[in-house]
């Protein structure tokens, strides 16, 4: 609103009026100019924050789902949340309460802020953005009081424009909510956090206007618990980085509005553009648009694609892109676990990849074995077999090791340890706490081994399968269980044919 202009407005008049009054007006003046001053130099400063969020109420949210590429899987686990939403007087019926809170996870640029705001369009609801460094504040109470002008905001902007839904979207979460009396030791971060609990807890789903509260934040783990109690953030969307289809298809949205000369081939360049961010590749884009017009060029073409990827991962400074090798021993190890996987437990493997995520450069994902209190040595020496699959890979078609696999190791030494307690080693049941370490040792290690040993002859047995579906995985960066047991099908019937 326009408060400060109908303030000096006022001002402005009172000081007319006293002077044509006949009053001595220039003290008046003087202290006039001597507050603003110092409102000025505070608020340089950052020391005077209008205690109101604005929201980005002057833009125009015209984002919707389709603008949004490679991130099906989030888009689909958000459309159905919001579903619910949108036909939330049915659940209502039931007592079913309301859903108050979505939490996006996933690194920097992915498109968490364009789902929250194509999620607000989708759901008819006006659209509210702050970000967790906003309500941090030297002083106390400030950054709770916002939260709470936050809340009312947006119920009044929904009122305003008639609208009975209202999306709050908070990015970078863990600034606001990080575990509580971890910070400084400084408690106005808890209290702006424990406000937006307070505001979360009075959400009722049945006020004029519904409010639902989207956050962001790439460090899941540093939440609050509280936070991701039922009730808050009880929704959890993974935004993650996009893999080569995801990244041809945002390309191909971001070079909607950009004449391509006809030599481009966006396949390529999706290709070359491994761990590049949604927001990375808007940039290449824009880039590319930008070397073609100094150029004087009429239209994009390939080559200044190609200059556009060195120009954004230099500026960019993405982490450091895994090597040809290192990224041919990726695959070769996550072929090695599903493999094996599908050996032990045929239908099990869901996904593997290659696309760096977090920490590693490559992973497998298998079903899990239906949830049960009780595993029989059969099915913990399978899952052995399956985690040193790995790196028995790496050693059957590389020759060597790696350090990629300390944490399968980790996992089998943890399964091993199970085993012994459970009386599954050589020495039968035995009190695994007044076991000698010596012989702890070598009863891990005996286990270990064997299936290791098992795992060395099935890879070796069926090295050519290994290669083949490794370098399948390398061109394709992602493979889904469906599309591994047809290639296992197809590499298959081509041995036979072959025997034959
Ligand atoms: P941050 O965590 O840094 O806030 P973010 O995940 O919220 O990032 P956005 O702000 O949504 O990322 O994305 C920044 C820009 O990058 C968008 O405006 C868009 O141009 C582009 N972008 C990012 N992801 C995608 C995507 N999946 N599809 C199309 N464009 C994308």
Redesign the pocket.
Known sequence: MYYKEIGLGLGAALVFFLAAKGYDVVPLIFLGAAAGLLYYFLQSRGMVKSLVIKGNEEEENNITFA?????RAAVEELKEALDFIKHYPQARRLGVRPLKGILLT??????????AKAAAGYTDAVFIAASGSEFVEMYAGVGAQRIRNLFRLAREKAQQSGKNRAIIFI??IDVLGGKRGKVNSHLEYDQTLNQLLVEMDGIKGDEKVNILVIA?T?RADLLDPALLRPGRFDRQVR?DL?DKE?RL??LR??TRNKPLAPDVDLEAVAKETLGF???H??SLANEAAILALREGASAIGQRHFMEAIERVMLGARLERRPSKEELWRVAVHETGHALVSEWVRPGSVTTLTVTPRGGALGYFRQQYEEDSYLYTQEQLEDRLAVLLAGVVAEEVVLGSRSTGAANNFEQATRVAETMIRAGMSRLGVAGSAELPEETRHELLREILSRQEERVQQYLRDHREKLIYIAQELLAAERLTGERFRQLLRKEESATSRQEK
């Open positions: 603008d949004i590429g490679g991130q996933g690194p920097p640029g992915t498109g968490k802020t364009l789902l990015d970078e962001a790439n935004v996009p995801g298809e945002i949205l971001h961010s949604g927001a590749l808007e």
